[in-house]
């Protein structure tokens, strides 16, 4: 179990069927490079317990942020993705959810 802490939410990156595109414009590119999208978008695992805008009412939820800030670390033999909270420009909250949010 990762716990994470200083104000970052434990993440999980989703696809929701936009394309990747892999056309580099006609650079050549290392063998094994993978270009970071402009915008990522995440399910959300967990919350640090010291954020300010994010709990465990968050989880479930969908956080909209820049692509490069998405930071990836290999602990115990696997992989976590964390997000700090201020990058997050929106949250994505899924219709089956969107009755228990508080406006």
Known sequence: MFLPSNRHLLVTPVDFGTSTAS???????????????EFEVAKIVSAAHDCVNFCDDSVGHYAVFPGNMLQQVQVGGDNYCLVQENYIMGVYVPSEQAGEVEE
């Open 23 to 37: 056309d580099t414009g006609g650079v050549l590119m290392p063998e094994g490079y993978q270009m970071t999208k």
